[in-house]
């Protein structure tokens, strides 16, 4: 029983190599292939760059926005602050 079921198995894996043996990609079509791949590859790797300069200078803006806020609640309150002093002096 087990050496019928090894022959069996022997059998299916060469039929296996013997189609994969008849499937040969011509080289041109490979190179072919490599070249797009690689072109698809080096697409993403630009547009992750992009990406990643967009996002550094996106969050650079929002920094410098968010310190001139600051900076202009400081004066608003500083000047709520004066006009609170100048109006209790009336």
Same mark, same amino acid.
């Not at 990609?25 to 630009?46: H, M, N, S, T």
């Given at each position: 029983?087990?050496?019928?079921?090894?022959?069996?198995? !022997?059998?299916?894996?060469?039929?296996?190599?013997?189609?994969?043996?008849?499937?040969?990609?011509?080289?041109?079509?490979?190179?072919?292939?490599?070249?797009?791949?690689?072109?698809?590859?080096?697409? !993403?790797?630009?547009?992750?760059?992009?990406?990643?300069?967009?996002?550094?200078?996106?969050?650079?803006?929002?920094?410098? !926005?968010?310190?001139?806020?600051?900076?202009?609640?400081?004066?608003?309150?500083?000047?709520?602050?004066?006009?609170? !002093?100048?109006?209790?002096?009336?």
């Amino acid at each position: 029983m087990t050496i019928l079921r090894h022959t069996t198995q !022997v059998d299916s894996t060469t039929f296996r190599i013997e189609i994969l043996n008849a499937l040969v990609i011509p080289q041109g079509e490979l190179d072919e292939l490599e070249r797009e791949e690689f072109f698809r590859l080096k697409k !993403v790797q630009a547009k992750k760059k992009r990406d990643a300069s967009i996002q550094d200078a996106l969050v650079t803006h929002c920094h410098i !926005v968010l310190q001139s806020n600051v900076f202009l609640l400081r004066v608003l309150h500083n000047a709520s602050m004066w006009a609170a !002093v100048l109006c209790a002096s009336c």
